[in-house]
């Protein structure tokens, strides 16, 4: 979902959203946003909490791998 590349000449990693990125961010706006109403017709009230809790946790740590994985291949192409 996102990109990081090296810029040489300002000596930054540069980072940009491509498309996928920008439609599961949306997704994910509108899920946080009518997660009480969407789920609600499925889950009892007090269950909602703890899936939207998981939800977001999953999404982080997916991020986080992401980035972590990202980085490290900006960082191997830049000693190379």
């Known amino acids: 979902m996102n990109r990081f590349d090296w810029d040489e ?3 930054k ?5 491509d498309w996928v990125g920008g439609i599961v961010l ?3 706006i509108g899920f946080a946003i ?11 009230e007090t269950y909602l909490a703890e899936i939207g ?6 999404t982080l740590l997916g991020r986080l791998f992401g980035t ?3 980085a490290k291949d900006v960082f191997l192409s830049w000693i190379k």
Do not use: C, D, P
């Open 53 to 58: 809790l998981s939800v977001t946790a999953g």
């Open 68 to 70: 972590v994985k990202m």
């Open 13 to 17: 990693v540069i980072t940009t959203m």
């Open 34 to 44: 009518f997660r009480n109403w969407i789920l609600s017709h499925w889950v009892q």
């Open 26 to 28: 949306i997704l994910y």
């Open 9 to 11: 000449e300002n000596s």
